[in-house]
C-alpha cells in the first residue's frame, strides 16, 4: 500500500493523539466517518500503525533516571547473543535494546528509580552474565526533546 495525502495526515493526527475518535480525525482530514474507519483498518492491517498506547509520565512514577548503557560481550557465539537478546527482553527496566557495530555490542535505554535502582539493575542482572564483559553508562541529565511522533 502506499500512502497519500490523507493516510498522512490520518497517522500524524493518530501519533499526536491515538484517543482521537473516528469522526473526529474524518472531520479533521475531510472525509466521512466509514471511509476514515476503513482507512484506519487499512492502516492497521498492512503494519502502518502497530498499536496504541498512552504515554505514561516516568517521573510521577518514581522513574527519576534514564541511563544509556553501552554493553561489551566478551563472548560473541550464537548461544550468548541469544541468550542476551531474551533475557533483555523480560526486563522491564530496559525500554530499548539495539545491536551495536563500533566497539559496544548492545546500547540499552534503563529507567530506573534513582541512581541505586540502576546500580542493583546492572550488578544483578547485566554484570551477573559470565559473558558480559563491560557496561559503559551515560547518566541523563535533562531532556531537551523527547518524541514519539515520525516525520510523515
Same mark, same amino acid.
Given at each position: 500500500?502506499?500512502?497519500?495525502? %490523507?493516510?498522512?495526515?490520518?497517522?500524524?493526527?493518530?501519533?499526536?493523539?491515538? +484517543?482521537?475518535?473516528?469522526?473526529?480525525?474524518?472531520?479533521? %482530514?475531510?472525509?466521512?466517518?466509514?471511509? &476514515?474507519?476503513?482507512?484506519?483498518?487499512?492502516?492497521?492491517?498492512?503494519?502502518?500503525?502497530?498499536?496504541? !498506547?498512552?504515554?505514561?509520565?516516568?517521573?510521577? =512514577?518514581?522513574?527519576?533516571? =534514564?541511563?544509556?548503557?553501552? %554493553?561489551?560481550?566478551?563472548?560473541?557465539?550464537?548461544?550468548?547473543?541469544?541468550?542476551?537478546?531474551?533475557?533483555?527482553? +523480560?526486563?522491564?527496566? !530496559?525500554?530499548? &535494546?539495539?545491536?551495536?557495530?563500533?566497539?559496544?555490542?548492545?546500547?540499552?535505554?534503563?529507567?530506573?528509580?534513582?541512581?541505586?535502582?540502576?546500580?542493583?539493575?546492572?550488578?544483578?542482572? =547485566?554484570?551477573?552474565?559470565?559473558? %558480559?564483559?563491560? !557496561?559503559?553508562?551515560?547518566?541523563?541529565?535533562? &531532556?531537551?526533546?523527547?518524541?514519539?511522533?515520525?516525520?510523515?
Amino acid at each position: 500500500m502506499s500512502l497519500n495525502h %490523507v493516510d498522512r495526515q490520518i497517522l500524524s493526527l493518530l501519533q499526536q493523539n491515538a +484517543s482521537l475518535s473516528t469522526a473526529e480525525i474524518a472531520d479533521k %482530514v475531510g472525509l466521512s466517518q466509514s471511509p &476514515c474507519w476503513r482507512r484506519i483498518a487499512k492502516l492497521e492491517q498492512d503494519g502502518y500503525i502497530k498499536g496504541k !498506547v498512552a504515554l505514561l509520565d516516568e517521573k510521577k =512514577l518514581g522513574f527519576d533516571m =534514564l541511563v544509556y548503557a553501552h %554493553v561489551r560481550l566478551s563472548n560473541h557465539g550464537k548461544k550468548n547473543l541469544a541468550e542476551f537478546e531474551q533475557l533483555i527482553q +523480560s526486563y522491564d527496566e !530496559v525500554t530499548e &535494546c539495539y545491536t551495536m557495530a563500533g566497539t559496544m555490542d548492545f546500547m540499552l535505554r534503563i529507567i530506573s528509580k534513582g541512581i541505586e535502582g540502576y546500580e542493583h539493575f546492572v550488578r544483578d542482572n =547485566l554484570l551477573s552474565l559470565d559473558y %558480559v564483559q563491560e !557496561v559503559n553508562s551515560n547518566v541523563t541529565m535533562t &531532556c531537551v526533546k523527547r518524541s514519539t511522533s515520525l516525520p510523515i
